[in-house]
């Protein structure tokens, strides 16, 4: 295990391109999993690749422990990426495929089949070992693709979307199987997501991306209720925050399940100072209901069934000891 810091590290891919990541200063806790989240192209996995040696800073320095890993190739940089696509040999059994890697560095023959057998305990890999690739499901080469890993027994674990190939039953499975990994372990973890669901979820520290650059480094919870900006408050959260403009130039921010609904007693509010919504729609979901509203787009979250109908005039309350100002 072991620490990693970026200090000032920037990567621009040619001359005159907007970089792909800016000025990125930070440190992963050894031990800690960290989730880098953000919209396509805001440099998350970049900045993972550099890690892993994949890619090269144009400034700036990358650390893994104390030691400068900045122009090292990936071999000497003690680290284990898992990507989305699983990269496993097809010709190769599971059990040859976890153990390929060893063998090329050489391990004994007993330590390979401890670290083998080990990860394939861990994983519930057994049954499968004598099998090829093309013969499991997408999760059972995923956990195929996390025994690659393991076996590794790396200071730093590397996971560029690793779930993203998976349906959406098959990846609550495997975020849990993730989480309990890291639990066992107790291995650094740097996971690189744009599904803010499997950020919140997973990550004991969230780091949110755009344009290249870091918008906000917090713990899931001080993401969800003290954004620090729009573009972080609009990206976390399902449904997102409602952003309502105010006539003084700022933003109220205020989460939907901080809204509650009254209906208007006329067509038109009697207080001018009060605005009227209209509901636009409803969407069900079981345990809670949200109530889409007109104009502004904002979003009420209310638990159970919503006896509302699309058209209804209604006012608002706003919890505003929950809402933050932009």
Aim: hydrophobic share 40%.
């Amino acid at each position: 295990m072991a620490e990693v810091r970026f200090e000032g590290v920037g990567k621009t891919y040619a001359a005159g391109d907007r970089p792909a990541v800016s000025g990125f200063d930070l440190t992963v806790g050894d031990g800690e999993f960290l989730v880098l989240v953000g919209p396509s192209g805001c440099g998350k996995s970049t900045s993972l690749r550099m890690v892993a040696g994949l890619e090269e800073p144009t400034e700036g320095r990358i650390f893994i422990g104390e030691k400068d890993v900045t122009h090292l190739p990936p071999k000497e940089r003690d680290i284990a990426m898992v990507f989305q696509n699983y990269a496993l040999y097809p010709h190769m059994t599971v059990r040859e495929n976890l153990s390929f890697a060893l063998k090329l560095r050489g391990y004994a023959k007993a330590e390979i089949k401890r670290r083998v057998d080990d990860a394939a305990a861990a994983l519930g890999l057994g049954e499968y070992m004598e099998r090829l690739p093309k013969a499991l499901s997408g999760g059972q080469r995923q956990r195929v693709a996390l025994g690659r890993a393991i076996v590794r027994e790396p200071a730093v674990f590397l996971f560029d979307e690793p779930l993203s190939n998976l349906d959406a039953k098959m990846r609550v499975e495997m975020r849990a199987e993730i989480i309990r990994l890291h639990n066992r372990l107790g291995a650094t973890m740097i996971y690189v997501t744009h599904d803010q669901t499997e950020a919140m979820t997973m990550g004991e520290r969230i780091v949110v991306m755009k344009d290249g650059r870091i918008q906000q480094i917090a713990a899931p919870m001080e993401l969800y209720e003290r954004p620090a900006n729009p573009f972080v408050a609009s990206f976390i959260g399902t449904p997102p925050m409602n952003l309502i403009k105010q006539p003084d130039g700022r933003t109220l921010g205020i989460r939907p399940e901080n809204v509650k609904i009254k209906a208007a007693t006329d067509a038109e509010s009697p207080n001018p100072q009060v605005p009227v919504y209209t509901v636009d729609f409803i969407e069900p979901l079981g345990p809670e209901t949200l109530v889409h509203l007109a104009p502004g787009g904002i979003i009420v979250r209310q638990g159970g069934f919503a006896d509302i109908a699309p058209g209804a005039r209604v006012t608002l309350d706003f919890n505003l000891e929950k809402a933050v100002w932009f």
